[in-house]
């Protein structure tokens, strides 16, 4: 198919037989009278069947084909509209139109008669004789003529593709005469302050990020070993909150810098550690004027499935942000820092955004931009809870923050932690059952403390703790952080097991200040 002429549409010859191509002869008739002399005979390329009378004006009968004479009818307007609108108008011209398209058809087009003028493509149209005029016997269309109609209804379906390539071809032409045109595409200008909504993410992190810092922490040793963590910012007076582990290196002797969001840096000074909460204070010497404190949320208040986002230095990567879900409450878990040998103990908040090492001690948010933690563990893929150079694989641990606020107050007031306590030495290996009250305590001392809380809730060396308060107690280690979520002083009432039988008591917790 030729596309040098696509667009240009075709009228549907109505003279094309709807029938085989090679129809029986009709039956004879008397002759048309002749045309007016000087109408030159049309071409003859086949045997020719026997004339019909030309029908009259107005009748319904199949109207004849065009034979090139200035006075023959012109195919009838009932053509599909588009092919119309498509149609190009041109002067009368006394050269015979083809008989069909060659743009379209297939066939190869017949040769001009011998005494046809040659003109150009497209070829004019016939001109509308007077209806009722003497007309010229009309020889049948040649059997290609078919072949022509459907050329007419192709440029029906594909007028839309060449409408499209035409106002191409024009676009192209008119870019090619004027060398000067532009071709770049040019979008609208940004608008000039552009503001994200509250509450999502990329806002809530703008806000937080320039309360947030990466601590580098240094020892006194000559080695000058450490690590990078995050802390946020707590109060004006340039107090941060942090973990205990991040800085417990530069603590004897050593130093610590702090860096904001802007890139300014400071150097910092512990203030207290608690190493059973894994809490620390630190603060800033010289602390600039224009300090922001994060807002603290209430992390009783948190429910599964609520967003998070959390914000720290993943391998030394700064102000990195990433968002996740509350995947669980109140989750028992010990860590460690791998140098004292000493474990920490939290009732988590269990979070799948992303924490790797160097997370550790920046603010876990919630949607509104709320610290509802400190991040604090992840667990790793092969290992125990704990710190680990391995990467996140969904499963991060935040120390809750209104524990973290309790301890970070005290540790402000005092330099110094506090945590209540029971009285009683618990095993911390068994698993399973509860959490099971040690034959002896450590170094051979008494198990449950002479006139303490559990002795005077009437515990004794053997009883498996089920449950404290609401929540149940499969360890030792499920029990301590439960206990640490309270305050010295609150009375929580204890479910356990001796002898197989379940009894409950009441217990006032007692206290116990700094680490031991």
Same mark, same amino acid.
């Given at each position: =198919?030729?596309?040098?002429?696509?667009?240009?549409?075709?009228?549907?010859?109505?003279?094309?037989?709807?029938?085989?191509?090679?129809?029986?002869?009709?039956?004879?008739?008397?002759?048309?009278?002749?045309?007016?002399?000087?109408? +030159?005979?049309?071409?003859?390329?086949?045997?020719?069947?026997?004339?019909?009378?030309?029908?009259?004006?107005?009748?319904?009968?199949?109207?004849? &084909?065009?034979?090139?004479?200035?006075?023959?009818?012109?195919?009838?307007?009932?053509?599909?509209?588009?092919?119309?609108?498509?149609?190009?108008?041109?002067?009368?011209?006394?050269?015979? %139109?083809?008989?069909?398209?060659?743009?379209?058809?297939?066939?190869?087009?017949?040769?001009?008669?011998?005494? &046809?003028?040659?003109?150009?493509?497209?070829?004019?149209?016939?001109?509308?004789?007077?209806?009722?005029?003497?007309?010229?016997?009309?020889?049948?269309?040649?059997?290609?003529?078919?072949?022509?109609?459907?050329?007419?209804?192709?440029?029906?379906?594909?007028?839309?593709?060449?409408?499209?390539?035409?106002?191409?071809?024009?676009?192209?032409?008119?870019?090619?005469?004027?060398?000067?045109?532009?071709?770049?595409?040019?979008? !609208?200008? $940004?608008? &000039?302050?552009?503001?994200?909504?509250?509450?999502?993410?990329?806002?809530?992190?703008?806000? %937080?990020?320039?309360?947030?810092?990466?601590?580098?922490?240094?020892?006194?040793?000559?080695?000058?070993?450490?690590?990078?963590?995050?802390?946020?910012?707590?109060?004006?007076?340039?107090?941060?909150?942090?973990?205990?582990?991040?800085?417990?290196?530069?603590?004897?002797?050593?130093?610590?810098?702090?860096?904001?969001?802007?890139?300014?840096?400071?150097?910092?000074?512990?203030?207290?550690?608690?190493?059973?909460?894994?809490?620390?204070?630190?603060?800033?010497?010289?602390? +600039?004027?224009?300090?922001?404190?994060?807002?603290?949320?209430?992390?009783?208040?948190?429910?599964?499935?609520?967003?998070?986002?959390?914000?720290?230095?993943?391998?030394?990567?700064?102000?990195?942000?990433?968002?996740?879900?509350?995947? %669980?409450?109140?989750?028992?878990?010990?860590?460690?820092?791998? &140098?004292?040998?000493?474990?920490?103990? =939290?009732?988590?908040?269990?979070?799948?955004?992303?924490?790797?090492?160097?997370?550790?001690? /920046?603010?876990?948010?919630?949607? $509104?931009? %709320?610290?509802?933690?400190?991040?604090?563990?992840?667990?790793?893929?092969?290992?125990?809870?704990?710190?680990?150079?391995?990467?996140?694989?969904?499963?991060?641990?935040?120390?809750?923050?209104?524990?973290?606020?309790?301890?970070?107050?005290?540790?402000?007031?005092?330099?110094?932690?506090?945590?209540?306590?029971?009285?009683?030495?618990?095993? =911390?290996?068994?698993?399973?059952? !509860?959490?099971?009250?040690?034959?002896?305590?450590? /170094?051979?001392?008494? $198990?449950?403390?002479?006139?303490?809380?559990?002795?005077?809730?009437?515990?004794?060396?053997?009883?498996?703790?089920?449950?404290?308060?609401?929540?149940?107690?499969?360890?030792?280690?499920?029990?301590?952080?439960?206990?640490?979520?309270?305050?010295?002083?609150?009375?929580?009432?204890?479910?356990?097991?001796?002898?197989?039988?379940?009894?409950?008591?009441?217990?006032?917790?007692?206290?116990?200040?700094?680490?031991?």
């Amino acid at each position: =198919m030729s596309t040098e002429n696509e667009g240009t549409a075709v009228p549907a010859d109505r003279s094309a037989p709807s029938v085989p191509p090679t129809p029986p002869a009709p039956p004879v008739a008397p002759p048309t009278p002749a045309a007016p002399a000087g109408t +030159p005979e049309p071409p003859r390329t086949e045997p020719q069947a026997e004339s019909q009378p030309q029908a009259p004006a107005g009748s319904e009968s199949e109207p004849q &084909a065009p034979t090139g004479s200035e006075h023959e009818p012109q195919a009838p307007t009932e053509t599909l509209p588009q092919v119309q609108a498509q149609a190009p108008a041109a002067p009368p011209a006394p050269e015979p %139109a083809p008989a069909y398209s060659p743009a379209y058809a297939h066939a190869p087009a017949p040769a001009p008669a011998p005494d &046809a003028a040659a003109g150009g493509w497209p070829p004019a149209p016939p001109v509308t004789p007077s209806w009722g005029a003497p007309a010229q016997p009309v020889p049948e269309a040649p059997r290609r003529r078919a072949g022509g109609l459907v050329a007419a209804v192709l440029v029906a379906a594909l007028v839309a593709g060449g409408v499209g390539g035409g106002i191409g071809y024009w676009a192209a032409s008119q870019r090619d005469d004027d060398p000067t045109a532009s071709t770049t595409v040019s979008s !609208g200008d $940004s608008p &000039a302050s552009f503001k994200r909504d509250p509450g999502t993410v990329a806002a809530v992190a703008a806000k %937080a990020l320039p309360s947030v810092v990466t601590i580098q922490a240094k020892s006194g040793g000559t080695d000058g070993e450490g690590g990078t963590g995050t802390g946020f910012v707590y109060d004006k007076e340039g107090h941060i909150v942090t973990n205990n582990h991040v800085v417990a290196s530069a603590a004897d002797g050593g130093t610590l810098s702090v860096t904001f969001s802007n890139g300014k840096t400071y150097d910092a000074e512990v203030v207290g550690r608690a190493e059973g909460y894994d809490v620390a204070v630190i603060k800033l010497k010289n602390a +600039p004027s224009n300090l922001t404190p994060l807002a603290l949320g209430d992390s009783d208040r948190v429910a599964v499935g609520d967003s998070t986002i959390a914000i720290g230095a993943p391998f030394g990567l700064s102000n990195t942000v990433t968002t996740g879900i509350i995947s %669980a409450k109140n989750r028992p878990v010990a860590s460690g820092d791998g &140098a004292s040998g000493k474990n920490s103990y =939290m009732s988590a908040l269990q979070t799948d955004a992303s924490i790797n090492p160097g997370n550790s001690g /920046g603010p876990l948010l919630d949607a $509104s931009g %709320a610290v509802i933690g400190i991040n604090s563990a992840i667990q790793s893929a092969g290992s125990g809870y704990g710190q680990s150079q391995a990467g996140s694989i969904g499963l991060g641990f935040a120390i809750p923050v209104n524990q973290a606020k309790n301890v970070a107050e005290q540790l402000i007031k005092t330099g110094k932690p506090v945590y209540p306590v029971i009285g009683a030495t618990v095993n =911390m290996q068994d698993k399973g059952e !509860g959490a099971t009250i040690a034959p002896q305590g450590s /170094g051979g001392t008494p $198990s449950v403390t002479p006139n303490g809380p559990a002795a005077k809730a009437g515990l004794k060396a053997g009883d498996v703790i089920t449950a404290f308060g609401d929540h149940p107690i499969d360890s030792g280690p499920a029990l301590i952080s439960e206990i640490w979520t309270h305050k010295p002083g609150d009375t929580v009432k204890i479910t356990y097991e001796r002898g197989g039988k379940t009894a409950t008591a009441t217990v006032t917790l007692g206290e116990r200040t700094g680490d031991s």
